[in-house]
Structures are given as structure tokens and as C-alpha cells.
């Protein structure tokens, strides 16, 4: 059997089993689950803030930066060059 059609059994619907969890356990999977949401919505804001201060400083840059902000590379460059200025230091090529 295929690998993706073992995992795609293993979690079919009827191989599904309810768990039993203390009250604790779920608090804590709550808080958990929380935790997560707050970290998913600051990298949101960032990653906008960020493509906003983009459009602001370098629209042409922010088209071609703003959709791949969490590729390493472009981390990296931001991170390299953190303002305009530095970034304009890199110079034109063309």
C-alpha cells in the first residue's frame, strides 16, 4: 500500500476514536491552542506592516518581496539591509 494511502486510512473518519481528557488537559490544550492564534495574528500584523512600509518606501520592491516575506533568503535580506537606505546601498544593476 502506497504511503499516502496508509496515512490517508489512518486518519479516515472511522479510524477516529474520542479521547478522554481531564479538565487540566484540556485547559491546558486550550491555553495550548491560544498561544498559537496569538503567534499566527502577530505574524500577520508583522508580515503587513512590513509589506506596507514596502509599498510606502519601494513599490516595485514590495511586489516582487512582499508575497515571498517568510522565504529565508528574503528574511535575510531584510535583516542584512533593515532600512532604505541600506538596501539602496546594494546598488542597480540594468
Do not use: W
Amino acid at each position: 500500500m502506497p504511503n499516502c494511502d496508509r496515512f490517508r486510512c489512518h486518519f479516515a473518519p472511522h479510524a477516529l476514536r474520542t479521547l478522554k481528557l481531564a479538565d487540566e488537559q484540556i485547559a491546558e490544550l486550550s491555553m495550548l491552542c491560544g498561544f498559537d492564534d496569538d503567534l499566527a495574528a502577530q505574524t500577520t500584523q508583522a508580515s503587513n506592516r512590513i509589506r506596507g512600509l514596502l509599498t510606502q518606501i519601494h513599490p516595485a520592491l514590495e511586489r516582487v518581496l512582499g508575497p515571498r516575506l517568510e522565504h529565508p533568503a528574503v528574511l535575510d535580506l531584510l535583516q542584512r539591509y533593515p532600512s532604505p537606505e541600506k538596501l539602496a546601498s546594494l546598488g542597480f544593476a540594468g
